[in-house]
């Protein structure tokens, strides 16, 4: 029997999250992906490798997950996914859109993949393909029942915005018939496609869904996924203001490398030059201040300060100017547990 981990968004958790290309097939109208801001090249595999070594001594403890863009569309994923093995990483998961180019089920084994989560963003053909392109639903359905018939384990991601949180009420059935292990519920940011597109301030907004209709619905679904042996993971995304706030730049090891060499710890930050970290020659090194880990530390009434610095359209006020609510560290997240 196969012991499955995957990525922890929680307290002491450690995650790498490596973007080994920026290129994808697809054109999801929320990409967070900038690739003026990230790098637009291929990493060889021997630079993949390199940078994988920068983090051995912590292996055994931290997530792997290969992201792109589209992973699969790397020629040598495959091997990337070997070695990261051979290096002892805890888990090993690769996010795809479910097209799995280059037979990449054919290449790696279920005791070498912890997981595939595949993406998809409505729980209908309709809503699914005018996010993330047409025919996209059929083709990651279908990713998913490959990946399941040889044996693979698979996570299920949906991001939720104003343009599909309509129909997350409708996919516990269609989880039920897919027969996957994980769901993991995510909040669409404003940044890498929604940011570059010259979307005015009101249309960003306009695709956050209301604290309201969040609270709502988010924590109903989840636990009825969770019924059907599930387990199910989401931002809290609003806390009340006597609630503490967390930041996991503080509290946990979240890594977001990119081909260009930078190294964030904090995903809201990723459209602009404000990495923690990068890689020269390399090598890991501390970018000098003022970075991202800066404001970490920053206490502030609205909980999350890069939110209120990068994304602050979720925010309301009083009429005395105080924050109604905080927002959530968006990698510390609810999991409810199958069974």
Not at 161 to 177: F, G, K, R, V
Not at 186 to 191: D, K, L, N, P, Y
Not at 276 to 304: W, Y
Request: proline fraction near 4%; include cysteine.
């Amino acid at each position: 029997m196969i012991a499955r981990r995957t990525v922890a968004f929680s307290k002491n958790s450690s995650n790498l999250f490596f973007h080994i290309l920026t290129k994808c097939n697809l054109r999801c109208r929320h990409c967070y992906i900038n690739p003026e801001q990230q790098g637009k090249k291929q990493l060889p595999l021997f630079t993949i490798k390199a940078w994988l070594d920068e983090f051995a001594s912590t292996s055994s403890t931290t997530n792997l997950i290969f992201l792109g863009g589209e992973p699969t569309l790397h020629p040598d994923l495959a091997q990337a996914i070997k070695y990261g093995r051979d290096r002892g990483f805890n888990s090993i998961t690769v996010d795809t859109n479910g097209y799995l180019f280059y037979e990449i089920l054919s290449k790696v084994s279920p005791q070498e993949v912890d997981f595939f989560s595949f993406s998809l963003d409505g729980a209908t053909p309709q809503t699914n393909d005018r996010i993330r392109g047409k025919g996209s639903y059929d083709i990651c359905l279908n990713g998913i029942q490959q990946a399941l018939d040889k044996g693979f384990a698979a996570s299920l991601i949906y991001t939720v915005s104003t343009m599909n949180i309509d129909e997350l009420e409708l996919m516990p059935p269609l989880i039920a018939n897919l027969g996957i292990n994980r769901f993991f519920i995510q909040v669409i940011g404003q940044r890498g496609q929604v940011a570059s597109r010259g979307t005015t301030a009101g249309q960003k907004a306009a695709l956050q869904v209301s604290r309201s209709k969040w609270l709502d619905i988010i924590p109903a679904v989840a636990q009825t996924i969770a019924g059907l042996g599930v387990t199910v993971s989401y931002p809290k995304v609003f806390l009340e203001l006597e609630e503490r706030f967390e930041c996991a730049g503080l509290v946990a090891q979240n890594y977001f490398i990119f081909p260009n060499g930078r190294v964030y710890r904090c995903p809201l930050c990723e459209d602009h030059p404000i990495h923690s970290l990068v890689f020269k020659d390399d090598k890991l090194i501390q970018t000098s201040n003022l970075n991202e880990s800066d404001f970490f530390k920053l206490n502030i009434a609205e909980g999350c300060v890069m939110n209120k610095l990068i994304q602050p359209h979720n925010l309301s006020y009083t009429a005395g100017g105080v924050p109604e609510y905080k927002i959530a560290c968006c990698l510390l997240k609810e999991e409810v547990l199958s069974g």
